[in-house]
């Protein structure tokens, strides 16, 4: 999501885990050069990650999360903690700063394959260079979870199917195991305002464009008509609008934030997912969701018998944080089974 809905939708996270205030170090795994599925090489790829608590004796007790389009392990600590998304008290968690989010090799820090020149990835290559982070880096031979919220759930879905065994519990949250129509329909409007705005220059740009139209976008789709009209007085839509296309310094970089997109588009986990999945399944899924089409998500739920939590408001893809006290249980619970 645009980094500049996060603060404004912290203050409706009653957050009091004191994570950000212990800030567990950035690190990174040295992946060397990554060869793609389509036969490309990323250069000198490296992933970011955070972790949080202790690997115990037993190394049963780990729990990767996997961030939102161009989410980093920075913001992510923010929604973590007993009254974050889950608990992670008795686990260690692995926060993943993904392919193209700026922080693991991106578009934005590549030395060798600047901007443009990057190659395109999927979300199964995201999760390849996941896997070897935790395996390679980590040691890791199974993890007890792996959780994912939006862009970070899709990639839990792939990772269900990539690596069955890999993980005991698997919980998306807001995510898709592929694109409807509508999917596409939103994200190729949103890279098609992004193709057309002047200061983006084809991702030649100097400077990161302030992409007034994609966030403006993303706004209008990423509540709810019903919350918008609630919480948006006629009067304060000029206000509104011009805070949602103000610029931010700390913005995704343009091209990250179109790499991750694309990857994004091209999702599907194939139509024999459903006879791989070995883990045990809750998916979570706001029923208003315009972001991120539900639909596709709770029929694999059906498939494979995995329980869900449906979220009924009209908050839509931000129920992760209006929603938070509905979230958190569910999740605690799937967490609890062995």
């Known amino acids: 999501m645009p980094r500049r809905i996060l ?44 972790t949080l608590g202790t690997l115990n004796a ?57 901007g443009t020149a990057f190659p395109v990835f999927n979300i199964r290559d995201m999760v390849e260079s ?24 899709t990639q839990t879905f792939q990772w269900m199917v990539s690596h069955p065994d890999f993980m005991k519990v698997a919980v998306p949250i807001a995510g898709t195991p592929r694109q409807t129509s509508y999917d596409l329909l939103f994200w190729r409007t949103e890279e098609a305002a992004m193709l057309a705005d002047p200061e983006y220059a084809n991702g030649g740009y100097k400077q990161n ?10 706004s209008l789709n990423f509540d709810t008509p019903a919350y918008r009209a609630a919480k948006t007085r006629p009067a304060e839509v000029e206000k509104f609008i011009a805070e949602t296309v103000e610029y931010d310094p700390d913005a995704a970089d343009a091209n990250d934030t179109r790499w991750q997109m694309r990857a994004f588009l091209a999702q599907d986990i194939g139509d024999d997912a459903a006879k791989k999945i070995k883990a045990k399944v809750h998916i979570i899924n ?28 009209d908050c839509g893809h931000s129920a992760v944080f209006c929603a938070a006290d509905q979230i958190r249980p569910a999740v605690d619970r799937a967490l609890k089974q062995p």
């Open 130 to 153: 996941e896997y070897r982070l935790l395996t390679e880096k980590l040691g890791l031979k199974q993890v007890h979870a792996i959780v994912g919220y939006s862009m970070g759930a």
């Open 58 to 114: 037993a190394r049963s007790n780990a729990v990767v999360f996997l961030p939102w389009h161009t989410g980093k392990s920075a913001e992510a600590l923010g929604l973590l903690g007993a009254k974050g998304l889950f608990n992670t008290a008795g686990h260690y968690v692995i926060v993943i700063d993904a392919i193209g989010n700026g922080v693991g090799c991106s578009p934005s820090n590549s030395a060798s394959q600047h």
């Open 7 to 50: 603060p404004a939708l912290a203050l409706a996270l009653p957050l009091s885990t004191g994570l950000a205030a212990e800030a567990p170090p950035q690190q990174f795994a040295d992946l060397g050069d990554v060869r793609l599925e389509s036969g490309a090489v990323i250069k000198d790829c490296k992933l970011g990650y955070r």
């Open 286 to 313: 706001p029923r208003t969701d315009l972001i991120v089409n539900p639909a596709p998500a709770l029929a694999l739920a059906r498939q494979i018998r995995a329980t869900t939590t449906v979220l009924e408001g």
């Open 209 to 218: 464009p302030r992409l007034p139209l994609y966030h403006q976008i993303f």
